[in-house]
């Protein structure tokens, strides 16, 4: 039987940055979208605002702390930071990762996924235009090593997560952006054997089983391959009725056009994960992207702290019985507040997600769990 860890994909924002001041508005953060979101129909819980944490400011290691023993009360692992990096040195929302790497608390084990996708305007308010804010480029060798040396720091840390055979675990988000990208890992490889590392496990974040398609034609090569099955719950859940029809119904009767119910993501998801067995799980609590993209955001209804439950013990089921030592899970996300894709206590729910979470991947008493505040 494998072990299984456990990580969460976490979001380095939620603090102002001269960027997003210029873009949107003088303290523009996630929380903008997500303090103004309303129902788009009955029975459609929004706004979801945070619990005990607040509307948290990510600058203040107070909050950092706290996020590190809610996740160990939920048996996460670790953290897998958002990493923004576009290309000739120019990084986003690079300050909290920073400040942790500088301070060394929380002292919570993380690793990183690149970001390496552009940004538009329409991503934060579907009525905007879809101005380029921000591109991602790939200028070559020599910006892959000034990368490479602007993360060392954090390679070296021995908080950073390794697999068994002592590799780096780095993701990356966009694996066929650019076929560069196989000259990228093969550089960082390269330079981490040079600085005495034992090089890296780069895994390859998939949505779907369209984008799995396109990332196998791609050709580029990766050590893993982290999927995440909400965009098959979508398609599949409305495969038989075709697609204007699917359109003029939404529009009629004013709902959003990608709302799927959370059982039947439950259901889907572990049908996946069965039959793609070299996959790497990566599973969503919850998930409404309507305070970014309104009624074209993908909506998971009527999800629960018990389906949440009952998938991370299929998943763990399934992961349990491949005959490898060491398993990963992935879940997304810990804090993506924008996306209604969170663990984090929120009004509504408490910290009934984080007792759920650790019931089933925590060795600590459930009973124990509950008394702690």
Not at 115 to 137: C, G, I, V, Y
Request: charged residues 25%.
């Amino acid at each position: 039987m494998s072990k299984v860890k456990v990580i969460a994909f976490y979001l380095p924002q939620f603090y102002p940055t001269p960027e997003n001041d210029e873009w949107w508005q003088p303290g523009f953060t996630e929380w903008t979208n997500v303090a103004k979101a309303k129902p788009l129909f009955r029975g459609h819980h929004q706004p979801r605002l945070p619990q005990e944490l607040s509307f948290y400011d990510l600058r203040v290691p107070e909050v950092r702390e706290k996020q590190a023993q809610l996740a160990r009360i939920a048996g996460i692992d670790g953290f897998c930071y958002w990493h923004y990096w576009f290309g000739n040195g120019k990084r986003l929302l690079s300050e909290v990762f920073q400040q942790v790497m500088e301070s060394g608390h929380p002292d919570f084990p993380f690793c990183l996924c690149w970001a390496n996708h552009s940004w538009f305007q329409k991503t934060w308010d579907p009525n905007k235009s879809d101005r380029l804010l921000m591109e991602q480029s790939y200028p070559g060798e020599e910006d892959y090593v000034d990368h490479f040396n602007a993360m060392l720091p954090a390679f070296k840390d021995k908080r950073y997560m390794r697999t068994e055979d002592d590799r780096l675990i780095f993701g990356i988000f966009s694996p066929y952006d650019s076929p560069q990208l196989n000259i990228f890992m093969q550089v960082w490889n390269r330079l981490a054997k040079e600085n005495g590392l034992s090089g890296f496990e780069f895994f390859a974040f998939i949505q779907g089983h369209r984008q799995l398609k396109e990332f196998y034609q791609a050709g580029i090569k990766y050590d893993r391959i982290v999927y995440d099955a909400l965009k098959d719950a979508y398609l599949s859940s409305f495969r038989s009725i075709p697609k204007m029809l699917r359109k003029v119904f939404r529009i009629m009767v004013g709902l959003p056009r990608k709302m799927v119910e959370y059982k039947y993501y439950v259901d889907i998801a572990c049908d996946r994960f069965s039959q793609l067995p070299d996959v790497t799980p990566c599973i969503d609590p919850t998930f409404d992207h309507s305070p970014r993209s309104g009624k074209n955001g993908i909506i998971l209804l009527n999800d629960s702290p018990q389906l949440w439950g009952r998938l991370c013990r299929r998943v763990k089921e399934l992961l349990s019985s491949r005959e490898c030592n060491q398993e990963y899970l992935f879940i997304k996300a810990w804090n993506e507040w924008g996306e209604g894709n969170y663990l984090e206590p929120d009004q509504r729910n408490g910290r009934a997600y984080i007792y759920e979470t650790g019931r089933i991947f925590n060795q600590s008493d459930s009973l124990q769990m509950k008394t702690e505040h």
